[in-house]
């Protein structure tokens, strides 16, 4: 392998790259700021700082979407300095394997990589639910039966595992971001306010899914709506629940969904080792409650969920007996 090896995982939110030679994971927002006329003139963390407060004239968005690129040449430029910032020495011959999402074509992220103008040597691409399990520790090659559910800012992915290969896998397009609209819709249609999707986020970072829970609470700022004028509001923990639960019921009926179709002698094996909760919506309060109580089955807590696909990239580079699990795009391997 050649000296500079990156794990890339393009998530909707953030983008999580593992460098093996500073066997390191790093993470920075996935968002871009570009002005009229200079081009991208921040990317990342910085950009995420510009979000909802920028000028007309300066324009900061995500360059991915539901899992695959929006903007691809903005992505590649957000990748190229991302990776300049954090490397030190020459990129070119670099190496890169990529966590690829159910139902995103191979081709979309070997094209990103090779329209970067790095000179990239090679690019592996592995199923992403597989990273995630190489990420909880799993040895993917040998388990059988594995229930992951990732649930991301865009989209949740539930995939079920046995021997190396994904057996089914399904992703629906409610994560993260729907949940922080459903409260910020709930907001204006119950207090009149307006609130913006970063402090959605705080309310559900912050409260989570606790039904009932009258006595934690959070303040907010908002623009009361028939007032015009910014104003202070106390939101409960119950209040956001209500609000959310309508899209963590689409989240649960998938899993049921996919628990219905598994073949018997897998659901033996899921039982016995639980669902393995994922991506940054694990951290969510109240919902690996939610989900055992709806199947009858143990939900497992993860470290960090949000890096359990870097972290199966970094295995990938680093133990050479699950580069097997990779594959080229058909464009590369016919080159
Ligand atoms: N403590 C928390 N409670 C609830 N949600 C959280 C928490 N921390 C982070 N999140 C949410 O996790 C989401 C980001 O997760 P993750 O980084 O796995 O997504 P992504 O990989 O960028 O998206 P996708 O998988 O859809 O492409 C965001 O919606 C964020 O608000």
Not at 217 to 232: T, V
């Amino acid at each position: 392998m050649s000296a500079q090896s990156f794990g890339c995982d393009f998530g909707t939110s953030s983008i999580k790259i593992y460098s093996k030679e500073s066997d390191t994971i790093y993470s920075e927002k996935n968002m871009v700021a570009i002005e009229e006329k200079k081009g991208m003139i921040a990317y990342g963390d910085e950009a995420f700082d510009m979000h909802e407060k920028a000028p007309a004239n300066i324009d900061v968005f995500y360059p991915m979407s539901f899992g695959t690129v929006a903007s691809i040449t903005y992505m590649q430029e957000f990748l190229r300095a991302f990776l300049e910032s954090h490397t030190k020495g020459n990129l070119k011959g670099a190496e890169f394997v990529i966590a690829l999402p159910t139902d995103v074509q191979d081709r979309v992220f070997t094209t990103l990589i090779q329209g970067t103008g790095l000179k990239s040597k090679n690019v592996a691409l592995i199923d992403k639910p597989v990273a995630a399990g190489l990420g909880l520790g799993l040895d993917v090659t040998q388990a059988q039966g594995v229930m992951l559910v990732d649930v991301g800012a865009d989209t949740t992915e539930i995939s079920i595992l046995s021997l190396g290969g994904t057996v089914t896998s399904k992703l629906i397009k409610v994560g993260g971001n729907k949940i922080d609209e459903a409260i910020a819709n709930a907001i204006r249609r119950e207090y009149g306010y307006f609130i913006g999707n970063k402090t959605a986020e705080i309310l559900k970072n912050e409260l989570g899914y606790q039904p009932g829970n009258t006595t934690d609470s959070r303040e907010i700022c908002g623009r009361n709506m028939a007032l015009g004028l910014p104003a202070m509001l106390e939101i409960t923990a119950d209040f956001v629940a209500n609000a959310i639960s309508e899209q963590l019921k689409s989240i649960v009926d998938a899993i049921k969904m996919i628990l219905e179709r598994t073949p018997p002698e897998l659901g033996v094996d899921i039982i016995r080792n639980g669902i393995f909760l994922t991506g940054g919506v694990a951290n969510l309060t109240g919902l690996d409650d939610l989900i055992a109580k709806a199947t009858n089955i143990r939900v497992n807590q993860v470290e960090r969920p949000e890096e359990c696909v870097a972290r199966g990239l970094a295995r990938v580079i680093k133990e050479k007996e699950f580069r097997s699990l990779t594959f080229a795009t058909k464009e590369q391997a016919y080159n």
